[in-house]
């Protein structure tokens, strides 16, 4: 990954970058309604996980989870792993995104653990992995996103 920080921008420890997530008072809506918890970062790894309480009304007429809220949780995990790669300067737009589903998830606890390939200045390759409360692999994505400065936009 190409460095995006500035040379007089401290780096954050792992555990101060876990912080800062956890605590935040910005934290989308969108978050809050996928059950998300940020619970790891290796920055060095350009890895995290999230933790996730699925919703019942996350699920499809058979009960399991539906399969677009499982994407939104892959994709959830692989923007935050961008934003936090970048020390909180970048974002990292979804261009494209491919899931394999490989069993169902019931709602209840669930995780995805999500890591940045490659990052370049036009492209950034990822993938993610969600498993079940048994630590069973759920579904799995990669994903090409866009790399661009970090800003709100409402």
Known sequence: MTDTRSDNEPART?????????????????????????????????????DFDVPQMFANPTGAVQGGFIAAMLDEAMSTCCIIASNVTMTAPTLEMKTSYLRRLMPGPAHVEATILKWGRSAAFMEA?????????????????????????S
Do not use: H, Y
């Open 14 to 50: 792992d555990a101060d970058m876990l912080a800062r997530f956890q605590n935040s008072r910005k934290r989308p809506p969108c978050s809050d309604t996928l059950g998300m918890r940020l619970t790891e970062v290796e920055q060095a790894t350009k890895r995290i996980r999230m």
């Open 129 to 153: 992995e969600c498993f079940d409360e048994d630590g069973r692999l759920v579904a799995k994505a990669t994903a090409t996103a866009l790399p661009m400065p970090f800003k709100r936009l």
